[in-house]
């Protein structure tokens, strides 16, 4: 198959870009600045937008000192007019066709869903679903007009499962999850393909200031098997595969990049180990106003490390009774 891939001279265009021209939304900071640069260095032609004039500029000097091909426009995703203008600028730099289209805008601010107002509530979905819907379809005629069209989507895992991260927000993520779905049905005849890259944690602008918080990055690590946040490069490497020819059978896929959090369920030793903590909690004078407690087990030999909560400890306690009480008389706590 390899030989006969190479003989056939599809080997080396499988891992490039070169030739094909790519729209990314949000291109000045974060994944989408990753993205931009990712697209650009495996040969595309890239337009970006954001909303801030004087970042684009100073992005765009950049490239170019970098001698990536990368143009872009002042545009404000969450207004129609401007998602229509910006598609015109693109058919007109790119003579009505354009290979990529990466849906990478969005924003998130978190708060109880009772109190989200129905302005916010419309900023959120107008940046993060409504844009998106609006610029592929927008960008349909051109992506078919290539031959060979690819839309990514940069959802999330919220939309995939609940984090808290606000309720408008991975409502938004998942819309974007299930338009990847349909696009990639209704759209195959045309020859486009439709997948999404749904990050956890990234270090971007955007979750700076969460993970600047020592307790809220500990439980961040606590839950990502690869103990730590992502990278925004770490992402935009599989925003790319996904353009490349090599990438030319996956469609209507919902990709986590995530260190492995998607499929870190609470194992029973975590359960075992957290009623451990929260015994010896007890057993302290601790009482179960105290919110969280933090420690290390050595739990039947291995040591786990663990954040006892009221909420997990009294579900431990309600599920597991003495059983479990039993079973975790061995653990030590330090
Ligand atoms: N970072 C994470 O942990 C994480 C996790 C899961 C999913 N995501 C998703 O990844 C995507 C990128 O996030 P990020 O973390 O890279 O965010 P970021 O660091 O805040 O960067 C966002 C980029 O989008 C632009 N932008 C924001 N609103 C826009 C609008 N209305 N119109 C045009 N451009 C706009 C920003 O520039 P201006 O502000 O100048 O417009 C900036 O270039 C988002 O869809 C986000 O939901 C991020």
């Known amino acids: 198959m390899a030989a006969k891939l190479e003989s056939s001279g599809r080997n080396a265009n499988r891992w490039s870009l070169s030739g094909m021209n790519a729209l990314v939304t ?28 004087t970042e684009l500029n100073k992005c765009l000097l950049e490239w170019e000192a970098k001698g990536l091909r990368v143009s872009g426009s002042v545009c404000d995703v969450s207004f129609r007019h401007q998602r229509e203008k910006v598609i015109e600028v693109v058919s007109a730099l790119f003579n009505g ?5 990466v849906n990478n805008a969005g924003i998130s601010f978190r708060k109880p ?11 959120i979905m107008s940046t993060n679903f409504e844009s998106a819907y609006h610029l592929s379809q927008l960008a349909h005629p051109l992506l078919k007009t290539s031959g ?13 499962v609940s984090l808290g991260t606000g ?15 349909n696009l990639a049905c209704e759209w195959a005849k045309d020859n486009i393909r439709t997948n ?7 270090r971007t602008t955007l979750v700076d200031h969460l993970l600047a918080d020592k307790s809220f990055l500990d439980e961040i690590i606590s839950r990502t098997p690869l103990r730590r946040p992502g990278e925004a490069e770490e992402v935009s490497s599989l925003v790319a595969f996904l353009c490349l020819p090599a990438a030319s059978y996956i469609t209507g896929q919902v990709i986590c990049v995530d260190g492995g ?25 601790g009482n179960w106003n105290e919110k969280r407690s933090r420690r290390r087990v050595l ?36």
């Open 26 to 53: 949000g291109g000045t900071r974060g994944i989408g600045h990753a993205v931009v640069e990712e697209l650009a260095g495996l040969g595309a032609v890239v337009h970006t937008c954001s909303r801030t004039e």
């Open 97 to 101: 066709k354009i290979n990529i289209l």
């Open 113 to 123: 869903t009772v109190e989200y107002t129905a302005e916010e509530f419309s900023t």
């Open 148 to 160: 060979a069209g690819s839309i990514v989507f940069i959802s999330s895992v919220a939309g995939v």
């Open 167 to 181: 309720s408008p927000y991975a409502a938004s993520k998942a819309a974007i999850n299930q338009i990847t779905k």
């Open 196 to 202: 999404a890259v749904a990050p956890w944690y990234t």
């Open 261 to 285: 959090m998607s499929v870190n369920v609470l194992s029973i030793k975590r359960v075992l180990a957290l009623n451990a903590v929260f015994c010896w909690h007890l057993g302290r004078g």
């Open 299 to 334: 739990l039947r030999g291995e040591r786990v490390e663990v954040i006892a909560t009221q909420m997990a400890a009294a579900a431990v306690i309600a599920c597991g009774g003495q059983a479990i009480i039993s079973w975790t008389a061995p653990c030590r706590v330090n």
